[in-house]
């Protein structure tokens, strides 16, 4: 059973700095795509950035050179250090990751559970 647990959301001031932190456990063949979607208040589900297995990154343009997207591929983690946070910011963050778990079985996408991520004065 693969499962993705976030962990590093809360509470900062504008301008301010977090890192979220994702890592997959159970049983995984092989791990492609890993990235952070957010959807904010009465918005849809938005792609933040995503890395390759390989490290080629992308990012959406509201977070260029304010978030970077880092991988641990031992670790099988993901993370996303967030400076210059702004209160659009705000939202609930997923990690998502398309795994193979075994290779006998085809890939598909997982998804953590969500962190909450406010940023206010």
């Known amino acids: 059973q693969v499962q993705l647990v976030e962990s590093g959301g809360g509470l900062v001031q504008p301008g301010g700095s977090l890192t979220l932190s994702c890592a997959a456990s159970g049983t995984i063949f092989a791990i492609y795509n890993m990235g952070w979607y957010r959807q904010g208040p009465g918005k849809q589900r938005e792609l933040v950035a995503t890395?390759?297995?390989?490290?080629?990154?992308t990012s959406a343009d509201s977070v260029k050179g304010r978030f970077t997207i880092s991988r641990d591929n031992a670790k099988k983690a993901v993370a996303l250090q967030m400076n210059s946070l702004k209160p659009e910011d705000t939202a609930v963050y997923y990690c998502?990751?398309?795994?193979?778990?075994?290779?006998?079985?085809?890939?598909?996408?997982?998804w953590g559970q969500g962190t909450q991520v406010t940023v206010s004065s």
């Open positions: 890395i390759t297995s390989g490290g080629i990154t």
């Open positions: 998502n990751a398309f795994i193979r778990p075994d290779w006998r079985m085809s890939s598909q996408d997982y």
